[in-house]
């Protein structure tokens, strides 16, 4: 068995460099690779290019990568509940590839599974189409969306083994799972790490030959953008 689980957060990251393009799972503030993003704060890389569903908050998350301008280029379908993320996406300063949410999850499943391209009809007729490939099938209009193409893929799952294999819990096996293997290198951090044999292979979202390298993640703040609770 390949052993594939890395020290640390800095031993993961190992090859990352300017003007890369990274995918980073995640829904919201939820299954964010946090240790990940912390260290690419630090790390100073810049002229990035981020996939993505959104770009989290204004101070955690790739919030923290936008407020050290390291990001040139956001591929998302949602500017949520980041005001940075949107001052700088209309001032000029973002490059921003708006994509609908199913057409972005599409993109990096092509990608994972080896497929160059696919037909949707999502954003046909639409700015999302201009410049692509139009066909019809069935009588329905359908443009052609090529698969991503990223040099690491990061990603948070909630237990995995020294062989890769993950396990995603609730909300956070959103963006995760279909980033796996969608990249050259895919890293993923975990809330625990065991030794391969211990997780129940009928629990496995993720078998590890998708994962090229698992470390022990910590310290997850785990926030909730807009909390709501029931009146007293």
Not at 135 to 161: C, H, P, S, T
Not at 175 to 196: D, K, S, Y
């Amino acid at each position: 068995m390949i052993r594939k689980t890395v020290a640390n957060v800095t031993d993961a990251l190992a090859g990352v460099k300017d003007g890369m393009t990274f995918m980073l799972g995640g829904f919201g503030l939820c299954g964010i690779p946090e240790n990940t993003i912390s260290e690419l704060v630090k790390l100073g890389v810049k002229d990035i290019t981020c996939i993505s569903n959104n770009a989290g908050v204004d101070d955690f998350g790739l919030g923290l990568l936008l407020q050290q301008h390291q990001i040139k280029k956001m591929i998302s379908s949602y500017v949520g509940e980041n005001d940075e993320f949107e001052r700088q996406m209309l001032s000029g300063e973002l490059d921003v590839e708006l994509t609908p949410q199913g057409t972005l999850a599409e993109k990096c499943r092509a990608a994972q599974a080896g497929f160059p391209a696919f037909f949707t009809p999502a954003g046909y007729g639409t700015e999302v189409a201009e410049g692509k490939e139009v066909r019809e099938f069935n009588g329905k209009m359908y443009i052609l969306e090529e698969a991503f193409q990223a040099d690491f893929a990061f990603v948070k799952a909630w237990k995995g083994d020294a062989a890769g294999n993950l396990i995603f819990k609730g909300t956070a096996r959103n963006f995760n799972p279909c980033m796996c293997g969608a990249a050259t290198i895919t890293v993923a951090e975990v809330e625990e790490l065991v030794p391969e044999g211990e997780l129940d292979p009928n629990e496995i979202h993720i078998p590890g030959i998708f994962v090229q390298r698992i470390f022990q993640g910590k310290d997850y703040e785990k926030r909730i953008e807009q909390r709501t609770v029931r009146q007293k």
